[in-house]
């Protein structure tokens, strides 16, 4: 859209779902918006349309789907309490929506790698040890792990064998 119209005469569904608009301060809104999808009771899709009606002029687009986030599984299950174990999280649509927080009990996983299946974060620092859960956010959808991550004691060196080695290795 080219001219300025008001955001109130604009409505918006996705795949038969009203979806509410977001504040549109911060977003060019001549070329996208964003909304949330208000889903009541047992909706059930219908189709893959996004339909835009703004006054008369209705735009639909195909190829929309509502997905599942999962969390199959976490690796490793442990780590320093220290932080800084790079924490694998493989599942499914772990890259839905637009916003992915990882939380290992109330502190955040910074993330370091994102694809639909798979997740690569790093553990953040824990003052005792402890067994604490690793939550996905998506948006506003919360994912848990089905095992607890495991802060241990930080490794200690005691000794070092052997105590010298060829320069090349």
């Not at 932080?83 to 839905?96: E, S, V, W």
């Amino acid at each position: 859209k080219t001219e300025n119209f008001k955001t109130s005469m604009v409505t918006v569904e996705v795949a038969g779902a009203p979806c509410k608009l977001a504040r549109q301060d911060h977003i060019n809104r001549w070329n996208e918006m964003q909304c949330s999808p208000v889903l009541s009771g047992n909706f059930t899709p219908s189709g893959h349309t996004v339909k835009v009606t703004s006054g008369h002029k209705v735009v639909k687009t195909e190829g929309f789907t509502f997905v599942d986030p999962l969390i199959k599984h976490i690796f490793p299950t442990f780590g320093p309490k220290s932080g800084n174990t790079m924490l694998t999280i493989r599942g499914a649509f772990l890259d839905t929506g637009n916003k992915q927080v990882v939380t290992v009990g109330k502190a955040i996983c910074k993330i370091q790698s994102l694809t639909s299946t798979m997740l690569t974060c790093k553990t953040p620092p824990h003052s005792a040890l402890s067994e604490e859960p690793v939550k996905l956010t998506l948006d506003s959808v919360e994912c848990h792990a089905p095992v607890l991550f495991t802060y241990n004691n930080d490794p200690v060196i005691d000794s070092i064998q052997p105590l010298r080695s060829f320069v090349s290795g």
